[in-house]
């Protein structure tokens, strides 16, 4: 639990309802924090989230924290969302990122500001942060980016490895949802319904657009500054958490911008800021932020230059639970990145072995459809976190090679990579690859994971039909992660053919066949450091008190779980989604929600398979109450998906708008 401040060194002045105008007349709602006197540099988080009944109350913690030390902390709603005028209908658009600079340079011309500007953000923030800094407006001096991605097409919630995602039209329906709510007369004023019906006639499922670009293509490839690092011309401190789904752009990132600029920070955590977590240990993270932003945009010696470039939790050994809320192990740092200290450890796949000479012969796999029902969730966020369960169950219907019991304790920090030769019997296959602990009494931790559309094999970008029974060589990346097998644990490789409902199936199951002779799994084994018993602790967790709200009891949402029909084969999996019901008394507005995802599928059927999901909404202030409730439903078939979705908007119980889309896309290689 953080520590509550308020005894900050600057008093602070808090504007609730600040316009920022847009050079073509469109006006952005802002939440101001700021020393009440002189000028200081800025710190932007720029979001669609609505700033005023939304992320109202974290917003607080984090803003009036950094405020209170010398900086004045804006938090903006992009166009189209909140109090904002204009519309949005899709992530990190063109006029986002124009936004985005024209609001930098506002914020740099103002009395309260010495012309310096930072963005910090966590997810889209992050995103969009990195992408505006690409752009290189001028009073842009430094990006602190939390659970974000470089690269859109690769490690976003969209595709993995080239397979659809089961996030893919979940986060589309998540979108859809928020994007229905009005904004709040009392700081947009009249025109208010003007603009609300404007949005919800306008939106759309944003998923229907993500379909159509199932290739990494030049769609994919705006906004992925991976596409280049040069562009980057002001320093980046990259945070994430081995839990989250975006942990592997941290090292990347690192990679591409070099030390000089860049410090990478990966921690146990989940899709969270380091000092407010759901998995610990929290950290002192806003003081970090202070550290990072006094030196490059205050000219002071806080040393975290002189730190490692890349630091991360080393992850000991745990059992296979649904949900940890401690992760034990200990920090750990590198100089470089890649570090030239990392030694490759290569194993072989034979006869059930991971071994240190290479194999023989050929394995063959046709993984039933239920392989993947213990993978959890993606990504983990706030009390829902959901990690994979025991291994052993995905792998009945898995190849899978273990190493014998360890001599003594080995430790990764990377990205393990199988070289593979494989081939399929069917012209689209995917394969799964998973990184597994297991103890000695069997029991199997996944460690991390990897996914690939064979179908990719020659790029993401120019995706080809497999000619049946010819072999291809690919490499399987699996996120990175820094993990400690204990002396007497194996080391688990386990591959299979299926992945649901993690990633979409192919449309006919495929028999893969590996190569064992051209086979190997590459480990990035870290030597012990003697500097990591020196490093500079992390001061305790604080930030400033949230904005008051009031949490209504409501009825817990149930865990992740997995139904089988024995009779029928058909395996059901439900996620909750949203499920909460709070009040916001200084503004007057109560906002409950709930959400599902289920996602099904038949044994030997992968053309039976289906995701549905559904949200409901409810806004109540003293004008009213507004609800927005909407299904989504994803079947297929050999050629074609096909979505159907439906919106409907209530106000004060009465229907006012409803809108219904049914559309097939062609399968591009999935």
Request: aromatic share 8%; charged share 25%; hydrophobic share 40%.
């Given at each position: ?195 609300w019906r404007q949005r919800i006639a306008a939106n ?294 299926v992945y649901w409902p993690i990633a979409w199936p ?47 009891p409501v009825t817990p949402a149930h865990p992740r ?110």
């Open positions: 639990m953080a520590r509550i401040r308020t005894d900050f060194p600057h008093p602070v002045e808090v504007v609730e309802n600040l316009w920022i105008p847009l050079p073509d007349g469109t006006r952005l709602a802002a939440k101001l924090w700021r020393p009440a006197t002189g000028r200081h540099p800025a710190i932007l988080e720029y979001l669609p989230y609505r700033k005023h009944d939304g992320t109202r109350g974290r917003d607080q913690g984090l803003h009036l924290y950094l405020a209170g030390h010398g900086y004045a902390c804006l938090r903006v709603d992009i166009r189209g969302c909140g109090e904002s005028e204009g519309l949005l209908e899709d992530e990190y658009s063109e006029v986002e990122l124009r936004d985005g600079c024209d609001v930098i340079a506002w914020i740099a011309a103002q009395d309260w500001c010495d012309g310096q500007v930072a963005m910090i953000g966590i997810s889209w923030g992050g995103f969009n942060g990195l992408q505006i800094a690409a752009r290189q407006p001028p009073a842009l001096k430094t990006v602190i980016a939390v659970g974000f991605t470089d690269d859109r097409y690769a490690t976003d919630v969209h595709y993995i490895g080239g397979c659809l995602s089961k996030d893919n039209m979940d986060w589309s329906g998540t979108m859809v949802a928020g994007m229905d709510l009005p904004p709040d007369p009392a700081l947009h004023g009249p025109a208010w319904r003007d603009l759309r499922p944003w998923g229907l657009t993500w379909m159509r670009h199932q290739r990494r293509d030049a769609y994919w490839r705006h906004g992925s500054v991976c596409e280049d690092y040069s562009a980057i011309r002001v320093p980046v401190y990259a945070v994430s958490g081995w839990a989250d789904n975006y942990s592997e752009a941290v090292p990347r990132l690192l990679a591409g911008l070099g030390p000089d600029h860049c410090r990478g920070l990966i921690g146990p955590w989940a899709h969270s800021f380091p000092m407010d977590v759901t998995v610990g240990p929290a950290i002192g993270w806003l003081q970090e932020v202070l550290r990072w932003c006094d030196h490059w945009m205050k000219g002071r010696d806080s040393g975290i230059m002189n730190e490692p470039a890349l630091r991360v939790w080393m992850q000991d050994s745990v059992p296979p639970r649904t949900c940890y809320t401690h992760r034990p192990g200990r920090w750990v740092g590198e100089d470089h990145w890649p570090s030239p200290r990392i030694r490759d450890w290569a194993l072989y796949p034979a006869e059930g072995r991971l071994q240190d000479r290479p194999g023989a012969g050929a394995a063959r796999i046709c993984s039933p459809l239920w392989v993947g029902a213990a993978a959890g969730e993606i990504g983990r966020y706030g009390d829902e976190a959901d990690w994979p369960t025991d291994q052993r169950e995905d792998d009945g219907g898995s190849l899978v090679w273990r190493t014998a019991p360890l001599a003594e304790a080995v430790e990764i920090l990377g990205a393990a990579r199988l070289v593979l030769r494989v081939a399929s019997d069917r012209p689209l296959a995917l394969v799964a690859v998973r990184l597994c602990d297991i103890a000695p009494d069997g029991a199997s931790t996944r460690v991390t994971l990897g996914l690939l559309n064979l179908a990719h094999h020659r790029g993401h970008d120019r995706p080809e039909a497999l000619v049946p029974g010819q072999p291809v060589d690919v490499v399987v990346e699996l996120d990175d992660i820094a993990h400690a097998f204990p002396a007497g644990h194996r080391i688990g490789l386990s591959l299979s053919s192919s449309p006919q199951l495929a028999t893969l066949t590996v190569d064992l002779a051209a086979t190997r799994l590459i480990l990035p084994v870290r030597p012990p450091r003697a500097e990591d018993a020196a490093l500079r602790p992390f001061d305790p967790p604080e930030m400033a008190p949230q904005s008051p709200v009031i949490h209504h779980r997995v139904t089988r029909d024995l009779l029928s084969g058909r395996i059901t999996v439900d996620f909750p989604r949203w499920c909460y019901d709070h009040e916001f008394p200084d503004i007057g507005i109560r906002q409950a929600s709930e959400g599902h995802a289920r996602y099904l599928i038949t044994e030997g059927d992968p053309l039976g398979a289906a995701m549905e999901t559904a949200y409901r909404v409810v806004q109540t202030r003293a004008d009213g109450t507004f609800t927005h409730e909407s299904r989504s439903r994803m079947t297929c078939d050999e050629t074609h998906f096909h979505i159907r979705a439906e919106t409907v908007i209530l106000e004060n119980g009465t229907e006012i708008a409803r809108r219904e889309w049914s559309e097939s896309i062609p399968r591009d290689h999935i």
